[in-house]
Structures are given as C-alpha cells and as structure tokens.
C-alpha cells in the first residue's frame, strides 16, 4: 500500500496530529484572513482602487500572484509519469464531464431561480459562478483532504480545455435559450473565447509547467528520493502563503461592498450553500457508487464543487460593471466558498472510513 493510500485508511485521529501547526489551524488562519481582507477593505481609503489599478488587461496582478504562489508546489507534487493510469480511468473522467459541465451549471440555474426570482442582477451573477469550473484553489482543497493529485490535474485540464469552449455557449443556452423556453426573464452574456482562454493560461498553465519542470529538473539532478524528501517539504508552506494571500487581497477589493450590503450577501448566500452541499455531497456519493476509492472519489468532489470565482467576477464586471448586482453576486461566492470548502475538507477525511482498505488501494 502506497504512503498516501495508508494516510486515507488511517484513523482521523493521527492524521490530524501528523499536521504542521499551519495546517492543524487552518480554519483559524483562514478566518483571520477573510476578517483580514475585509477590515482593509473597509477601512483603507482607496485600498481598492489602489489594487485594482494593479492589473493587465482584465488580470489581477495581486489574485496573479497570490494563485501562482498557491497552486505551484500542489503541481510540484504531481507525478506526472503517473497521468497515464488517470485518463485510463473513463468511470472518473466521464463521471467529472458529467457533474461539470451537465450537472453543476443545470444545478445553480435552478438554484438561483428558487432562491432569487426576484432579484434578476444577482441570479445572473450566480448563474455565471456556475458556469465557471474551478480550475485553481480546487488543487489546494483537494491535496488537504488527500485526494489524487495526479487525478486533480488531469480533471482541472480537462476542465480548463471545456472552459475555453464552453463558457460561452452554456451562458447563451442558461441566460437566453433555456429561460425562454420556459417563459422567464432572458439576459445576454458577451465574453470572447479569447478573454477565458487568457484566464487558463495564467491560471493554471504557468503553475503547470513551472510544476513539471521542477519535477523532470529535479529528479534528473538529484534523484526522486530528494526531491521528494527535501525539496518538496521546504516549498510545500508556499500554497497555504498563496492562499491566504490570495484570500486576503480578494476581500479588501471587496469589502466595502460586502459589508454594506448584508441583506444582499445573505440572500446571494443561501443558494450557494445549497449548491455546495448538493455538488459536494451528491459528487461524493457518486464517487463511492462507481467503485471509485476515496482518493479518486474526493478529486471528484472537490473538482465538481469548486467554481473559478476569479472568472466569474472578472466576466460580471466586464460585461455589466464593476458597480453591478451581477459582479456582487461573484464577488460572495469567495466569501462563502473558502469556509465551507474548508469544512468539506475535514468531512471528507472523516469519510474514509466508508472506504474499504482494498477501493483506496485501487484508487
């Protein structure tokens, strides 16, 4: 049995114990960081205008950074001689297409018409968050709840490719077909594939080289054995860094906004919460009922729940402003994303035991 097939069979207890400091509280580091963001936000005059004027075209260069920084030594720790037994695996693949790019947006369409009938601005914002498949913090949550790195990047390229392809034609089929089919309000969404394609590459394709560059250079140099006994622990501190850095700079672009407008946040929240719950639990449950072992089932999870927040803010102000109900309900999805996908992290390590010793293994 492999170290991290033992780790996802051994009880909760001695994992927890085996956490660095940083790990073991990061709920707490995680909280303070979003209070953090949102006091300076609030706060500091002119701190937003300041950070966003910090940008290329419509990239962010302080969310640049702080994601590159976070998703690095997740992508360093990748063995990517090992892809091959990952996409010969089509019960996960198929399974990932399914829940992505069927499931999750038909899920928050629905979602945001219950909960929002009323409030036309913020359930667009929502129906675009779920159009945008996470393809970067879902690396981070997925390697802390020890799922399959090497099935993590695989389904994140594989969403980045659907993303590039696909935003814009399920936000024409979600925000105009499929509403006037059913004789609901129509609204239009105007994003080139060239403006997503953009967000891919910096998001997910510098980390991804830089990560298997480090690892072919490395081992050539010095041998498998050092670099994953040495090299990695020394940069592995770095993602949770970028997270928090990432978390902080997000909320103090933000945190006028968000905490001006509770009543707003809390209505935008609810079907959030929903969504996650459903993502999550019913990917979760799949992953089990496919005869996925929990490493592969978690991933599924994980990638199914997530959403690419930073895309979905930056198509909602492009497309109707900075100042818009639109960009409002984007800018919430981190704000109740990070805590629970934190807490999704420790019921996925308390779901192992539904695992048997022999899925893991074949995980």
């Known amino acids: 049995m492999s170290t991290r097939s033992a780790e996802a069979t051994a009880p909760a207890p001695s994992v927890m114990s085996a956490l660095s400091t940083l790990d073991r509280f990061l709920p707490v580091w995680i ?41 690095y030594p997740v992508l360093a720790k990748v063995r990517y001689d090992r892809l091959d037994t990952v996409t010969a695996d089509r019960r996960l693949l198929i399974s990932s297409l399914v829940l992505n790019w069927l499931l999750g947006p038909a899920v928050m369409f629905a979602l945001a018409w219950t909960f929002l009938p009323d409030l036309p601005e913020y359930r667009t914002g929502l129906i675009i968050v779920g159009l945008a498949r996470c393809i970067a913090m879902v690396l981070i949550w997925n390697d802390l709840a020890c799922g399959d790195r090497e099935a993590a990047a695989v389904l994140v390229a594989l969403n980045s490719l659907f993303q590039v392809v696909a935003f814009g034609a399920l936000g024409w089929f979600y925000l105009q077909v499929l509403p006037g089919r059913l004789g ?39 041998g498998r054995d050092w670099y994953e006994s040495r090299f990695l622990p020394r940069i592995g501190p770095l993602a949770l860094y970028g997270l928090l850095f990432t978390i902080v700079i ?39 009922l496919i005869g996925l072992g929990y490493e592969r089932a978690t991933t599924l999870a994980f990638t199914a729940a997530g959403n690419n927040f930073e895309l979905a803010i930056a198509v909602a102000v492009g497309v109707f402003g900075v100042s818009s109900g639109q960009a409002l309900a984007g800018v919430v999805g981190p704000l109740i994303e990070v805590p629970v996908l934190v807490a999704l992290v420790y019921l996925s390590l ?8 022999k899925e893991t293994v074949d995980a």
């Open 250 to 288: 997000l909320f103090a672009l933000q945190g006028h906004t968000i905490t001006s407008q509770p009543g707003d946040v809390v209505r935008i929240a609810l079907p959030l919460l929903a969504y996650f719950a459903v993502m999550w639990g019913g990917s979760f449950l799949a992953g089990k």
């Open 350 to 357: 308390a779901g192992r035991r539904l695992f048997t010793a």
């Open 184 to 222: 609901l309000e129509q609204a239009a969404l105007d994003v080139s594939v060239w403006d997503i394609a953009q967000y891919v590459l910096i998001f997910l394709g510098i980390p991804l080289l830089a990560g298997y560059l480090s690892r072919r250079l490395g081992e050539r140099a010095k």
């Open 31 to 71: 909280l303070a960081a979003m209070a953090a963001g949102l006091l300076l936000g609030r706060l500091v005059p002119g701190l937003d205008t300041a950070l966003e004027a910090v940008r290329i075209g419509e990239i962010s260069l302080p969310i640049a950074l702080g994601l590159l920084l976070m998703m």
